[in-house]
T-cell receptor, first 111, second 115 residues
Framework: RKEVEQDPGPFNVPEGATVAFNCTYSNSASQSFFWYRQDCRKEPKLLMSVYSSGNEDGRFTAQLNRASQYISLLIRDSKLSDSATYLC????????????FGTGTRLKVLA | ETGVTQTPRHLVMGMTNKKSLKCEQH?????MYWYKQSAKKPLELMFVYNFKEQTENNSVPSRFSPECPNSSHLFLHLHTLQPEDSALYLC??????????????FGPGTRLTVL
C-alpha cells in the first residue's frame, strides 16, 4: 500500500459545482497534514493545513478522519481558476521533517 | 514572490558535466529541503537540513551531493548524472521547530535535462 494515496482524476466539473477529494495515508503515527495546489509547470503552493477539528478557508474545507486514516478537501462554488492539481501531504511524525506527497488529484473546472 | 528563490531555472547538462543548483530563502526559516519531481510521479524527498545539519537523506545516489553553508542557502551539486535524473528539482523551507505543523514553502524549481 502506498504511504499516501490519491485518485489522480481528472475531475471535470462545471463552474459553481462542489467537488471533494479524498486522500488516504498508511502510517497511523502521522501527525500533520496539508493540502497543496500545483499549477502546470509551477511549484506547489500551500492551500491549507488540515487540523483535527477540521478547518475552513472561504470556499475550501479540509477534514481529517484519523480512525479511517484519510483527509478530505471540499471545494464549493468552483471557479475556473481552481483548475490545478491538488496534492495531499503527510508529515510522518512529530519532530520529523519527512513529508510524503501524494501523486495529486487533477481538477478541471469547465465554463 | 521572492520567499524562496532557485537558480538556474533551467539547466541542460551532459552526463560528464558537473553543475550546482542553488536555493536561497528569505523567510527566516531554519529547515531546508530538496525534492525531485519526475513526470507522473509524486514529489520525492531527497535531503533535509535543519539548522545546517542534515537530518534526512532519502537513499539518494552519491552523484547528488547537498551542501548547506547556512540556514538561508542550500546547494545541490551534480556530477555524472544519468538521463533518468532529468526532472524538476524543487527547494523548500520551513520553520525548524519540533512543532508538527511546519508548512513548507517552495521555490520555483530548476528544470534539469540530462543528455
Amino acid at each position: 500500500r502506498k504511504e499516501v494515496e490519491q485518485d489522480p482524476g481528472p475531475f471535470n466539473v462545471p463552474e459553481g459545482a462542489t467537488v471533494a477529494f479524498n486522500c488516504t495515508y498508511s502510517n497511523s503515527a502521522s501527525q500533520s497534514f496539508f493540502w497543496y495546489r500545483q499549477d502546470c509547470r509551477k511549484e506547489p503552493k500551500l492551500l491549507m493545513s488540515v487540523y483535527s477539528s477540521g478547518n475552513e478557508d472561504g470556499r475550501f474545507t479540509a477534514q481529517l478522519n484519523r480512525a479511517s486514516q484519510y483527509i478530505s478537501l471540499l471545494i464549493r462554488d468552483s471557479k475556473l481558476s481552481d483548475s490545478a492539481t491538488y496534492l495531499c501531504v503527510v508529515n510522518m511524525g512529530s519532530g520529523t521533517y519527512k513529508y510524503i506527497f501524494g501523486t495529486g488529484t487533477r481538477l478541471k473546472v469547465l465554463a | 514572490e521572492t520567499g524562496v528563490t532557485q537558480t538556474p531555472r533551467h539547466l541542460v547538462m551532459g552526463m560528464t558535466n558537473k553543475k550546482s543548483l542553488k536555493c536561497e530563502q528569505h523567510l527566516g526559516h531554519n529547515a531546508m529541503y530538496w525534492y525531485k519531481q519526475s513526470a507522473k510521479k509524486p514529489l520525492e524527498l531527497m535531503f533535509v537540513y535543519n539548522f545546517k545539519e542534515q537530518t534526512e537523506n532519502n537513499s539518494v545516489p552519491s552523484r547528488f551531493s547537498p551542501e548547506c553553508p547556512n540556514s538561508s542557502h542550500l546547494f545541490l551539486h551534480l556530477h555524472t548524472l544519468q538521463p533518468e535524473d532529468s526532472a524538476l528539482y524543487l527547494c523548500a523551507s520551513s520553520h525548524g521547530t519540533s512543532d508538527s505543523y511546519n508548512e513548507q514553502f517552495f521555490g520555483p524549481g530548476t528544470r534539469l535535462t540530462v543528455l
